[in-house]
């Protein structure tokens, strides 16, 4: 019987994604606490749907606003690992990522009373020792990689890449990695930033990039029996008034659909009961 899934997700960064770009000036900062604003708005909305869903918290943010995150645990909400700091993997020492690793397991099972199931880097960038700290953690699976749009699969490690080189696949491990897309994120789509030189132009129009939401999924309930799609979304960008609207479109053209809404960790125990089966 075809089975399709929609998850939830949500990177609860407030402040900390802007903090590790250096951006600590009142503003920014100010920005990012807007998501404590957007967090309460998104749970009544889920809650009013009956629907769970998956939150990335970084360390520093269980830490600064305790309330908030309560709030999302007693909602019957998956809390996962998302950094101690918001500075992606990729450009932090070893001996650094190990230590913030650790740190971040150790509050979210201070505070959940449980190790987290699951882990998304900051800024999906990965190094290349991460995933042998999410198996060293003892956790099942990472959602910080784009190698499928609708299904999971176990992660590698020890790829050996070079530019003049065939690739050398590494080990695949009994990590489940659940997928993601930059299309499917609102940040890209709708967030204006300019630091130094840079600029990020986001401010699309909400109903065009909704339109590519609900098509994703109808492609994959066209061409799979059983698929799943991971959206991800940032309380401070999401939680905006036009936004908060097409977000509730989205549940609402999913629910019609037949979607059936999980959880991450759901989804990996799914996954790896299928594959059993095969």
Request: aromatic share 10%; proline share 5%; hydrophobic share 40%.
């Amino acid at each position: 019987m075809p089975r399709h899934i929609a998850c939830l997700s949500f990177d609860f960064d407030t402040w900390s994604g802007f903090a590790a770009r250096g951006m600590t000036t009142p503003t920014p900062i100010s920005r990012g606490e807007f998501g404590i604003i957007g967090a309460g708005r998104i749970l009544d909305l889920l809650a009013s749907r009956g629907i769970k869903s998956s939150w990335y918290v970084p360390g520093v943010v269980i830490k600064t606003y305790p309330e908030a995150c309560e709030r999302v645990m007693k909602g019957g909400h998956e809390i996962g690992h998302h950094g101690w700091s918001h500075v992606q993997p990729a450009l932090l020492e070893a001996s650094r990522e190990a230590e913030e690793f650790a740190r971040a397991v150790e509050t979210i099972k201070e505070f959940t009373g449980a190790i987290p199931a699951g882990y998304r880097s900051p800024a999906w960038d990965i190094s290349d020792r991460t995933i042998d700290l999410i198996i060293k953690h003892g956790l099942r699976y990472d959602s910080s990689m784009m190698g499928h749009d609708c299904e999971p699969y176990f992660a590698r490690r020890g790829d050996v890449v070079k530019a003049d080189a065939p690739m050398v696949f590494g080990e695949t491990t009994d990590l489940v990695e659940i997928p993601i897309s930059w299309s499917l994120d609102d940040h890209p789509h709708f967030e204006f930033i300019r630091s130094g030189d840079s600029i990020l132009q986001g401010l699309s129009n909400a109903n065009a990039v909704l339109e590519n939401w609900i098509a994703d999924f109808e492609y994959m309930s066209r061409t799979t029996e059983w698929g799943m799609l991971t959206y991800t979304f940032h309380p401070y960008v999401i939680g905006r008034g036009h936004r908060m609207l097409i977000l509730e479109k989205l549940i609402d053209a999913l629910t019609r659909m037949g979607a059936v809404f999980l959880t991450l960790d759901q989804v990996q125990k799914e996954y790896r009961e299928r594959v059993k089966g095969r």
